[in-house]
């Protein structure tokens, strides 16, 4: 017993004067490991008398968790100073001002949504949202374009596995299928607008496979047409931050609106700069029309009682615009020195009264 106690003592001062982890598990092999001096003292347990084994057998297993416990407590000291150290030797002074070839800026598509959300927000809309993933029902059927509908096919569609049921979801190909959710949630008077990200299966310098809209709509009992137009006049006109912009309405059509149209503003290109709002050549840059009663109907909504009109704007096609950006395809191939260029001061926030635009980098 006197032995044990003796080595108990001498180990554990020479667990408290190991400065280093490496030098603790040597230690731990020396003495625990399996050829180290306390296993041998437990081997030569099989060779004593019951008596002896009695009295020696506690103490040496008493020795071995106390030097085990000694270790590993001694570890985590060590490691926690070694942590202490590492952190406080990778500290970030956050007071010094980032280097201006270090500052982040807004993306065109970030700052063009705050624009417009600024704009219908002062015209009394309120933002509403909807699934990326969404139902086939929500992107197509609700918007009276049933299966087998020709319609389906100019959107170019990311389907995804049908489920147990035989239904596909897709990736929404339009951000119209927001109508039908708001309609379904909400009771008319309603006027929202629906930014986000739509999904078709296509790429070239005007297109990419995502891409962004804005949807509008205006239901209640008595919105026509003039409505629609007024609407957009002042929208474009904030938008593009000119006086007067030459507007036209172009006969088209769309299953979830009657009548529908597209809207064309004015435009003059000259040595390669596009001018928006005067001159002869026209820029079509949105679709809109009388929302559809079917949709209505779909939505649970009395379409004897409600009508209104929706629209739905390319957001990649009006930042293109606005800021002559003309590649969409370096919109989201994230090269830090398109970003630097085409990117917006972070902390100036688009205002009506301040202008819209301030922040350009
Ligand atoms: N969803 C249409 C598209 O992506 C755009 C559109 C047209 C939206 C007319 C509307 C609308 O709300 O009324 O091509």
Not at 25 to 44: D, H, Y
Not at 84 to 100: F, G, H, K, W
Not at 102 to 122: C, K, M, N, W, Y
Request: charge should be negative; charged fraction near 25%.
């Amino acid at each position: 017993m006197q032995d044990i106690d003796a080595l108990q003592s001498e180990i554990l001062a020479a667990i408290e004067a190991a400065d280093s982890l490496d030098a603790l598990e040597n230690l731990r092999v020396a003495e625990l490991g399996k050829k180290g001096r306390i296993s041998g003292l437990m081997k030569g347990l099989g060779g004593m008398s019951p008596e002896e084994r009695k009295t020696a057998g506690p103490a040496l297993n008493g020795l071995k968790n106390t030097i085990g416990d000694a270790i590993q407590t001694a570890k985590d000291t060590l490691e926690n100073a070694a942590l202490d150290a590492r952190l406080a030797a990778e500290t970030i002074d956050i007071s010094l001002p980032v280097p201006p070839e270090q500052r982040g800026t807004l993306h065109p598509i970030s700052q063009v949504l705050d624009e417009i959300t600024e704009i219908f927000a002062d015209m009394g809309f309120t933002v509403a949202e909807g699934p990326d993933i969404e139902e086939d029902f929500y992107n197509f059927t609700a918007l009276n374009i049933p299966p087998e509908h020709p319609a389906r096919q100019m959107h170019d569609t990311f389907y995804f596995n049908e489920d147990e049921n035989g239904d596909r979801k897709v990736l929404r190909t339009h951000t119209s299928p927001v109508q039908v959710r708001t309609m379904e949630k909400n009771k008319p008077p309603l006027r929202i607008i629906a930014p986000g990200r739509t999904y078709r299966s296509d790429s070239d310098q005007t297109h990419t496979p995502m891409f962004h809209q804005v949807e509008g709509l205006v239901i209640d009992e008595k919105t026509h047409m003039g409505h629609l137009k007024g609407c957009l006049d002042t929208f474009c006109r904030a938008f593009f931050e000119v006086d007067n912009v030459k507007m036209r309405f172009r006969p088209s059509y769309f299953p979830f609106t009657e009548p529908s149209a597209e809207m064309d503003i004015g435009c003059t290109r000259q040595d390669g700069e596009l001018r928006i709002g005067e001159g002869d050549d026209w820029l079509e840059i949105l679709g809109c029309g009388m929302v559809n009663p079917r949709v209505l109907e779909h939505a649970g909504i009395d379409s004897t009682k409600y009508q209104g009109f929706a629209f739905g704007i390319g957001i990649d096609r009006l930042a293109m615009l606005k800021y002559g950006i003309p590649d969409l395809r370096a919109f989201f191939e994230s090269d830090l020195r398109w970003l630097r260029n085409y990117g917006f001061r972070t902390l100036d926030i688009p205002t009506l009264g301040q202008g819209l635009s301030g922040g350009t980098v």
